[in-house]
């Protein structure tokens, strides 16, 4: 399958970012900018935000995802939200197994699976992310870790339901450091994960699954990385904060 068959999908990821009402400033400036786009725009939002991104961006072309989801429906898990919960208010991404969940919240590849299962049984869509830290690179193991994750995160899925995910490939290192992977590492590494789901799932289910680079994607940076045959999008933390350095990305992946 040719790159353009596939959708492309430019997703912001506020973090920890944006109280409710910088929420709505934010997109509100933004609808204007992106209505034209020739890709999937997706703002991923903080939960308290959801409920007047829904609102504000109603009837335009940006989609809201979520930036986490528990995996049982309901229960005693305090402080948790479930993928029901967030179909149930319309959300339809959902971003799986950032390194910072990892790194900071415990996320392992058995929860980030446990809760992609859940995202896709309620109907969204996931956007799992995989990457390796800067040692792992250094000690040439790049490979063997995002292959690993890509099993384990994906790990009892149907094809089918593999088609629906987007998997997000952020090299550790270069989240929020301003160090972007060359688009050639970018083009790698997505390169190895489409190859890794072709093994694991069939050419045709590997050749339709949108696969981003994140890390520090910038708008100097984004047509390169987007140029790239195996790089569909792109994830964005730092510079999906600000309307007019998130539009530039849109605009690259839109060509
Ligand atoms: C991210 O949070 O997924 C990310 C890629 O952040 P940044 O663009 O700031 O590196």
Not at 57 to 73: L, P, R, S
Not at 135 to 163: G, H, M, P, Y
């Amino acid at each position: 399958m040719d790159k353009s068959k596939r959708t492309a999908i430019i997703a912001g990821n506020w973090k920890m970012n944006k109280t409710p009402k910088e929420a709505k400033a934010l997109l509100t400036e933004l609808i204007p900018m992106v209505k034209d786009a020739d890709c999937e725009v997706v703002a991923c939002v903080p939960f308290v935000d959801l409920t007047v991104a829904l609102e504000v961006t109603e009837g335009t072309n940006i989609k809201i995802g979520a930036e986490n989801c528990h995996w049982e429906e309901s229960g005693a898990y305090t402080g948790e939200i479930s993928a029901k919960m967030l179909a149930e208010m319309g959300v339809p991404y959902v971003v799986l197994g950032h390194s910072e969940r990892r790194q900071y919240f415990g996320e392992t590849d058995e929860t980030v699976n446990k809760r992609t299962k859940a995202a896709l049984a309620a109907g969204l869509k996931p956007i799992v992310c995989v990457g390796e830290l800067l040692w792992e690179r250094e000690c040439n193991i790049t490979e063997e870790v995002i292959a690993r994750q890509i099993k384990l995160d994906l790990f009892d899925i149907s094809a089918e339901d593999v088609k629906k995910t987007v998997i997000a490939y952020e090299p550790v290192w270069a989240i929020g450091t301003g160090k972007t992977a060359t688009a050639d590492q970018a083009q790698e590494v997505c390169s190895f994960i489409r190859a890794t789901l072709a093994k694991l799932y069939g050419e045709e289910t590997a050749e339709a699954v949108t696969i981003q680079y994140g890390g520090s994607m910038n708008d100097g940076n984004c047509e390169e990385l987007l140029s790239k045959v195996d790089v569909d999008g792109g994830l964005i933390g730092g510079a999906s904060l600000v309307a007019a350095k998130f539009q530039p990305i849109v605009a690259a992946a839109s060509k």
